[in-house]
């Protein structure tokens, strides 16, 4: 078993969301300010997250956070 699926995550990193730009995959996803969130996830699906509650973790993993077509704001990554 891998116990990484399994612990809480370990970092965090604010993330500016950008088009281009892909990070190291992500754990979680905190949301600072509620909205929309499009990423790519990690199998490599784009997707956007409607209306995501603020002050939450969100358990996403993924590789990239769009600029356009995301509306949160205070994003933080956790691995």
Same mark, same amino acid.
Do not use: Q
């Given at each position: 078993?891998?116990?990484?699926?399994?612990?809480?995550?370990?970092?965090?990193?604010?993330?500016?969301?950008?088009?281009?730009? =892909?990070?190291?995959?992500?754990?979680?996803? =905190?949301?600072?300010?509620?909205?929309?969130?499009?990423?790519?996830?990690?199998?490599?699906?784009?997707?956007?997250?409607?209306? +995501?509650?603020?002050?939450?973790?969100?358990?996403?993993?993924?590789?990239?956070? =769009?600029?356009?077509?995301?509306?949160?704001?205070?994003?933080?990554? +956790?691995?």
């Amino acid at each position: 078993m891998d116990i990484s699926s399994i612990t809480p995550p370990a970092t965090a990193e604010a993330i500016t969301p950008a088009d281009a730009t =892909y990070i190291t995959p992500t754990r979680g996803v =905190y949301v600072g300010v509620s909205g929309d969130l499009k990423v790519i996830m990690l199998d490599g699906t784009a997707v956007t997250f409607v209306g +995501l509650a603020a002050g939450v973790i969100h358990p996403i993993v993924c590789v990239l956070i =769009y600029d356009t077509g995301t509306t949160a704001t205070s994003i933080v990554a +956790l691995r």
